[in-house]
C-alpha cells in the first residue's frame, strides 16, 4: 500500500512534513552513480591533454557536470518527490548524462553539440521538478517558480550554444555555467533569499560524501586501469611499488576527509556559512578527481625518473587544493571541534607547502624523491594526528 501512495504522491517541502529524515532515496544513489562514469571519462580527457588548455576545459567541464549533479541533489533535499514523474524524470536525467559522458572525448570537436544538447534537457529536467513542486509555495515565498523559471532559462541558452559558431558556443556555455551560480547566491534576487531554500543539512552532507567516495574510487580505478592497459608483468619492483603508494595515498585522502569533515554538518544555517560550506566542496571534489589522475603517472616511471611533468604539476597543485578545502570546511561544519584539534592548522599549512614545494622541484629529481615529499605532505595528515592523540591519551592515563 505505501507503494502506491509514493508513487502518485506530489512532492512536498520538507518543512512540511513531519517525519522527514536525511536518508538518501535509491533514486538518488543511481543518479550518483551515473556519475561515476562522466567523471571518469572527464579524468581520461585529462590524461590525454595535460596542458593549459586542456586543464581550463577540464575544469570548466567539472563545473558543469558538479552542478547537474548539486542541482539535483539541492531540489531532492529541499523537497520529498518519490512519485512516478519524479523518478521518469530522474530516469530521463540519467539518460542526458549518459550522452554527455559519451560525448567528453570529442567535446572540442563533433561532440559538442551532443553534450551542449544534451546538458540543456538535463537543466530542462530540473526545471521540470521545479515546476511540479511550485504549488507547495506560499504566495510571498514562491521558491519552486523561481528555481524552475531559471532553469528554463538556461536550459535554452545551454541549446543554443549547440547551434553557435566557436569559440562563441563555449562562451555563451561558460557563461550559462557561471549564471548557475549566480542564480543561487545574487545577492537580493538570488534563492538564497527565501526563508525555505534550506536544504536538509544532513542530507547533502551524505550526498558530499557519497560523491568523495565516488571520486576517490575512481582514483583507484584509473590507478589499476592503467597498470593493466600497460601490463603489470611488463613493470619494474619501481613501478609496482610506486602504484602501491598511489593506492595508500588515496586510501590516505579519505581517511582525512572523513576523519575532519565528512558527513559533517554545516554549523549553522547562516548564508556565509553555506556558501563556504558549499565552495569548498566544489573546490575538494575537484582535487580528488586531479589527484586521482595524476597518480596515474606512477604507473609510467621507476624510481629513478622524473615524474611525468603534466602528471607530476597535477597532482601538486590538486593536493594543495584538498588540504586547504578541507581546511576550510573544518571551519564551518558541526561536531567536529576535537578532531579539529588534532587536525589543526599547522598540520594543513605543512602539507600545503610540502606539496608547492613539489611542484617546483618535480621535474629536477628522480620519482623517488618526489613521492617521498608527496608521501611527506600527505601522510602528516594522518600521522600528526594520531602522534597527538595517543599522547594525549597517554597524559590522561597519567593523571
Known amino acids: 500500500m505505501a507503494l502506491n501512495g509514493n508513487l502518485w504522491r506530489r512532492p512536498r517541502h520538507y518543512m512540511d512534513v513531519d517525519d522527514a529524515h536525511d536518508h538518501v532515496h535509491w533514486v538518488e544513489l543511481f543518479f550518483d552513480l551515473i556519475h561515476v562514469v562522466t567523471i571518469f571519462i572527464l579524468g581520461n580527457y585529462l590524461s590525454h591533454h ?40 530522474m530516469a530521463l536525467q540519467i539518460v542526458t548524462m549518459m550522452f554527455i559522458a559519451a560525448a567528453i572525448p570529442a567535446v572540442g570537436d563533433n561532440g559538442w553539440m551532443f553534450f551542449a544538447l544534451g546538458y540543456a534537457l538535463n537543466r530542462a529536467l530540473t526545471a521540470y521538478l521545479y515546476w511540479r513542486a511550485r504549488c507547495v509555495d506560499t504566495t510571498d515565498n514562491a521558491l519552486a517558480h523561481e528555481q524552475g523559471r531559471n532553469f528554463f532559462i538556461l536550459a535554452g541558452l545551454f541549446a543554443l550554444s549547440a547551434f553557435l559558431p566557436n569559440p ?9 555555467v557561471v549564471a548557475i551560480q549566480l542564480q543561487y547566491m545574487l545577492p537580493r534576487i538570488g534563492t538564497l533569499r527565501f526563508e525555505r531554500f534550506v536544504p536538509r543539512l544532513g542530507h547533502i552532507s551524505e550526498r558530499f560524501s557519497l560523491l568523495m567516495l565516488i571520486l576517490l574510487g575512481e582514483g583507484f580505478f584509473k590507478l589499476v586501469l592503467t597498470l593493466a592497459d600497460k601490463g603489470v608483468y611488463k613493470v619494474g619492483a619501481g613501478t609496482l611499488f610506486n602504484v602501491a603508494m598511489g593506492g595508500f595515498s588515496l586510501f ?29 566542496h566544489i573546490a575538494i571534489l575537484w582535487s580528488a578527481v586531479t589527484v586521482g589522475v595524476a597518480l596515474a603517472g606512477e604507473v609510467y616511471v621507476g624510481l629513478w625518473e622524473p615524474y611525468p611533468d603534466g602528471y607530476g604539476a597535477l597532482g601538486s597543485v590538486g593536493l594543495a587544493v584538498f588540504l586547504a578545502a578541507l581546511w576550510t570546511l573544518q571551519r564551518v561544519v558541526a561536531d567536529r571541534d576535537i578532531t579539529c584539534r588534532y587536525h589543526s592548522v599547522g598540520v594543513r599549512l605543512f602539507g600545503i607547502a610540502m606539496a608547492l614545494v613539489l611542484l617546483a622541484v618535480h621535474p629536477f629529481v628522480p620519482s623517488i624523491v618526489g613521492n617521498s ?21 597517554h597524559q590522561l592515563e597519567r593523571q
Not at 65 to 84: C, K, R
Open 50 to 89: 595535460l596542458d593549459w588548455q586542456g586543464f581550463w576545459v577540464f575544469t570548466g567541464l567539472f563545473l558543469a557536470i558538479f552542478y547537474a549533479w548539486a542541482d539535483s541533489s539541492v531540489y531532492n533535499s529541499l523537497y520529498i518527490s518519490t512519485d512516478m514523474p519524479h523518478r521518469v524524470a
Open 373 to 393: 615529499l608527496w608521501g611527506l605532505a600527505l601522510f602528516s595528515q594522518v600521522g600528526v594526528p594520531i602522534y597527538r592523540a595517543v599522547r594525549e591519551m
Open 168 to 176: 562563441l558556443a563555449y562562451w555563451v556555455f561558460g557563461a550559462s
Open 252 to 280: 590516505a585522502l579519505a581517511w582525512i576527509y572523513f576523519d575532519c569533515v565528512g558527513n559533517a554538518k554545516p554549523k549553522s544555517r547562516d548564508n556565509g556559512v553555506m556558501v563556504r560550506y558549499w565552495l569548498a
